[in-house]
C-alpha cells in the first residue's frame, strides 16, 4: 500500500466544512493549510483558513490570486479540522501571499 503525500503548509485543499453555524464558512471551500509541517506530519488534525472569492476587504484578509481568480484568504475564520474532511489538493499559494497569512496570523494572536 502506498502511503499517502504528505500535507504541506501553503497547499490549497478543497475541504468538506461539513454542517456550518451562525456566520461560519459553508459548503465545499478551498482552504490554505497553515499548520506547520511537523504538526502536519504527526497529528490528524490540520489548521486551515478559507478562501473565498465573495468577500469584502477586511484588515485580516489577504487578497490572492488562485487558480486565474480573484480570492481572499479568510485568516479571520481559523479551523483545526481532521484531515479526512480534505476532498482533494487544488494546488498551492505562492510564498509571498502565504507568508503575508502567517505574519498577520500572528499579529491576531500576538499580546
Known sequence: MV?????RRGEVH???TGPAVGDE??????????????????LRTLIVVPLTTGSHPYPFRVACRFRGKRAQVVLDQVRTVDRTRLVRRLGR????????????LQAMFAR
Open 25 to 42: 464558512i459553508r459548503k465545499m471551500r478551498p482552504c490554505l493549510v497553515v499548520s506547520p509541517d511537523e504538526l502536519n506530519a504527526h
Open 3 to 7: 502511503s499517502p503525500a504528505p500535507i
Open 93 to 104: 499559494l505562492p510564498g509571498p501571499v502565504l507568508g503575508r497569512c502567517l505574519d498577520l
Open 14 to 16: 478543497l475541504l468538506d
